[in-house]
């Protein structure tokens, strides 16, 4: 069985500021890893994606996430937070068996004033 | 379509009724799956389907829920005898098999109230 924890439910950050929302996971299995983002009413978008290959994966906007396979997590960074990135982000994980579904994190609640 | 649709987009129902919830997946896209998210429980797998193959039911909280995929494409979520801790959002997701982005999207979802 897989879980994934997200230790913070909200983190409040100013803008221009960097922030770093936390994923742990556990798996017995190899897996892959997503970061989706879900704006204010709206639907669930991937972000940013591990499968294989570099350990260290961006967005195309400025976010990353470095997976560390001996610390079993995948942090999402972004050294410089705008206010159109106050979102919901949810970690996941999936064994890579395929087409397997997903397991979500409870979700961090990104949010940013001026 | 271009994206992943369900209808409707927010559903009101009395205890007890029977509610059905319906999910066009991208077209090509031959897996398809139900998840909730509710309030203090995140996001939590409900069925997926892949192709012909038996639906993987196993997240399904009761057998109040049950969901079908027909021709392959649309699938209907339905919940008997609704429950007030059935009030959530229900989304639907769609993939590709082949591409190897293991990459599922989703629709806007169905906000279900109970009253």
């Known amino acids: 069985a897989q879980s994934v924890t997200q230790l913070d439910s909200q983190v409040p950050v100013f803008e221009e500021a960097p922030v770093e929302l936390r994923c742990n996971y556990s798996?017995?299995?190899?897996?892959?890893l997503f970061w989706y983002v879900q704006y204010p009413n709206q639907g669930l978008q991937l972000l940013l994606k591990?499968?294989?290959?570099?350990?260290l994966v961006e967005s195309i906007n400025g976010f990353e996430a470095e997976f560390n396979k001996s610390q079993t997590s995948f942090h999402l960074r972004k050294p410089s937070v705008h206010i159109s990135d106050t979102a919901e982000y949810f970690c996941a994980v999936s064994d890579g068996a395929g087409y397997s579904t997903l397991t979500f994190g409870k979700g961090t609640m990104l949010l940013v004033s001026p | 379509g271009a994206g992943v649709s369900q209808s409707p987009s927010n559903k009101v129902t009395e205890k007890g009724k029977d509610v059905e919830l319906r999910c066009d997946p991208i077209?090509?896209?031959?897996?398809l799956y139900w998840y909730r998210q509710s309030l203090g429980q995140g996001l939590e797998f409900l069925i997926y389907?892949?192709?012909?193959?038996?639906?993987?039911k196993s997240g399904l909280p009761s057998d109040r829920f049950s969901a079908e995929r027909t021709g392959g494409s649309v699938s209907t979520l339905t919940i008997q005898r609704t429950q007030q801790e059935d009030s959530a959002v229900y989304l639907c997701?769609?993939?590709?098999?082949?591409?190897?982005?293991?990459?599922?999207?989703f629709g806007p979802g169905t906000r279900l109230t109970v009253t």
């Open positions: 997701a769609s993939s590709f098999p082949g591409q190897g982005s293991y990459e599922q999207y």
């Open positions: 798996s017995s299995v190899s897996v892959y």
């Open positions: 591990y499968l294989s290959g570099s350990t």
């Open positions: 077209s090509g896209h031959t897996a």
């Open positions: 389907f892949q192709g012909n193959s038996a639906p993987d």
